[in-house]
């Protein structure tokens, strides 16, 4: 089946997320390998439990970001995927890397994009006084966190929310929004074209498909 690589830099849940649909049968992927850039990522744990190939690729090894993400891609080319997938990885990415997987790598991020891009997403959301909050799944360009969005879900932000409260929805949400993504991908419904998210032939909105 559609040949996958996931890249992780932590624990993994959104890893394990794909990793259980495809066990259930409701996403037809072969993850053929996880790459972490911190030795220490639980979700390498998460890899090996469910017998699939994991490498720590520690960043700190490099001499430069750009050595590092030739040999991460000289890693991940080993696998030949259709797709890549960021799940929780924490690296800013040269345009080198960006622009050889094009069209073909997924990442999700913690906020409604285009707002809160970068970190700390969920206390600058509850900070600005933010109605709701929510995550975006969207496909990688070089500027970051700004390529077209695919899906989107949002959570409504309490009174006595905290940015851990706050995260644990989000995670919740994103456990349903990245394997619907990828599911989207994999069988060909979602596509790149000049620039754009497509989805089954229609170049959808800024904000990607609402998931509700
Ligand atoms: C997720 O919340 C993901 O949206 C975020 O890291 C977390 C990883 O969790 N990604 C970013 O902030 C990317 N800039 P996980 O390791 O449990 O999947």
Known sequence: SFPV???ISGS??????????????????????VISNKAS??????????GIASHALDHKQFESREAFDHALMEL??????????LAGFMRILTEDFTRHYEGRMLNIHPSLLPKYKGLNTHQRAIDAGEA??????HFVTSELDAGSVVLQANTEISSDET???LAQKVHALEHIIYPLSVKWFS???????????????EALPESGVRYT
Not at 17 to 33: E, M, R
């Open 76 to 85: 991940i080319d080993q696998y030949q995927p259709k797709l890549v997938v």
């Open 12 to 33: 993994g849940s959104n890893l394990q997320a794909l990793i259980d649909q495809s066990l259930q049968g409701n996403l037809d992927i072969d993850i053929k390998a």
């Open 163 to 165: 940015a851990d409260s």
């Open 132 to 137: 709701e909050h929510g995550v975006s799944v």
């Open 5 to 7: 690589v996931v890249l």
């Open 41 to 50: 990522a639980f979700g390498l744990e998460r890899a090996a439990k469910a």
């Open 187 to 201: 069988s060909g419904r979602l596509t790149f074209q000049h620039g754009q998210a497509v989805l089954d032939g």
